[in-house]
């Protein structure tokens, strides 16, 4: 595997160029031990529950747990017909 030069890494400031980098190192290497922890450790860092995925609309951060909760809520709401027809919700405006 080549090696980019330090210099050049450092620089490195946008996501394309780093997404580029990352590509070049994965095509560039047949050693299944690498790939296999780069794959684990990817898995692992987008894969946690308390990272901020979103915000509320008051800019609370929003964790991809959370968000999954307040789905599954509103899909129960509507399940026991808790739900506003379009017309009410226009009356209330």
């Known amino acids: 595997m080549k ?3 330090l210099l050049k890494v450092v620089r490195m400031n946008s996501i394309a160029e780093i997404k580029s ?5 994965i095509a ?9 922890k780069l794959q684990k450790y990817v898995k692992g860092l987008l894969d946690k529950e308390d990272k ?23 899909i129960a709401e509507a399940d026991r017909g808790e739900v506003i027809s379009q017309a009410d919700m226009e009356k209330g405006l």
């Open 3 to 5: 090696t980019l030069s």
């Open 21 to 25: 980098t990352l590509h070049y190192y």
């Open 28 to 36: 560039e290497t047949d050693d299944v031990k690498v790939l296999s």
């Open 52 to 74: 901020v995925i979103a915000y509320t609309s008051s800019g609370k951060p929003l964790t991809q747990l959370a968000y999954k909760k307040d789905i599954d809520a509103a």
